[in-house]
């Protein structure tokens, strides 16, 4: 079964500086891909970035980038430049080919100014 | 730009009464979904929907939860005697289906408050 695991409950920024949130996961199927979500107090669900495990390149958009480690099963997601906007929960996610998305549990970013 | 759409927004029910979330999925999608998320954790699979059958399902999913596509374009979830415990917010998200890799679109979601 697909497990998704966020240790960082809580994580706080300075605008302009640098944050990684981290995830980990498992997954017993060679083809899966990851994604980060991120929920503004609106609870929309809002997809970040996305990663395909058969490739070996990190996913980057714009100020947001991931750190994939395959045989680690982890997938971190780095964001740059913070801004008060990205202040938000933010889901790791994986899904097996086809299948339901496997959420973490989140980690809530807190953004000062 | 094609968008998920849910409604209610928010749905204030008695404990015990029946109800119908409803989502227009994107018009070419072929694979439906829906979510939930209790106030403060994370967010839970319930059901994936394809080809007019139920394709998967948690346990969470038990006998008092259905879902329906009624008439090509609504993806219904129907909770039959409602609990406390069902209060939470519930998204559907579809997918194009074909091809390799299809995103999940996530409609804006349902707030269920079960009194």
């Known amino acids: 079964a697909q497990t998704v695991t966020q240790s960082q409950p809580e994580m706080s920024v300075q605008e302009a500086e640098t944050v990684t949130l981290s995830c980990t996961y498992d997954t017993s199927e060679s083809d899966y891909y990851l994604f980060w979500y991120k929920q503004p107090p609106s609870r929309q669900m809002i997809l970040v970035i996305r990663q395909e495990a058969y490739k070996q390149q990190n996913a980057t958009e714009n100020r947001f980038s991931v750190n994939f480690q395959k045989a680690a099963k982890s997938f971190s997601l780095k964001i740059s430049d913070s801004q008060l906007g990205d202040a938000a929960m933010y889901f790791c996610?994986?899904?097996?080919?086809?299948?339901?998305?496997?959420f973490g549990a989140g980690t809530i970013l807190r953004v000062k100014s | 730009e094609p968008e998920v759409t849910q409604t209610p927004s928010h749905q204030v029910t008695q404990m015990g009464q029946e109800v119908i979330l409803r989502c227009v999925p994107i018009s070419n999608h072929l694979y439906f979904y829906w979510y939930r998320q209790i106030l403060g954790q994370k967010v839970e699979f319930l059901v994936s929907f394809y080809n007019n059958e139920i394709s998967e399902k948690s346990e969470i999913f038990d006998d008092q939860f259905s879902v329906e596509r009624p008439d090509g374009s609504n993806f219904t979830l129907k909770i039959r005697s409602t609990k406390l415990e069902d209060s939470a917010m519930y998204f559907c998200?579809?997918?194009?289906?074909?091809?390799?890799?299809?995103?999940?679109?996530f409609g804006p979601g349902t707030r269920l408050t079960v009194l």
């Open positions: 996610a994986s899904m097996e080919y086809g299948n339901k998305l496997v």
């Open positions: 998200a579809s997918r194009a289906g074909t091809g390799g890799y299809n995103e999940q679109f």
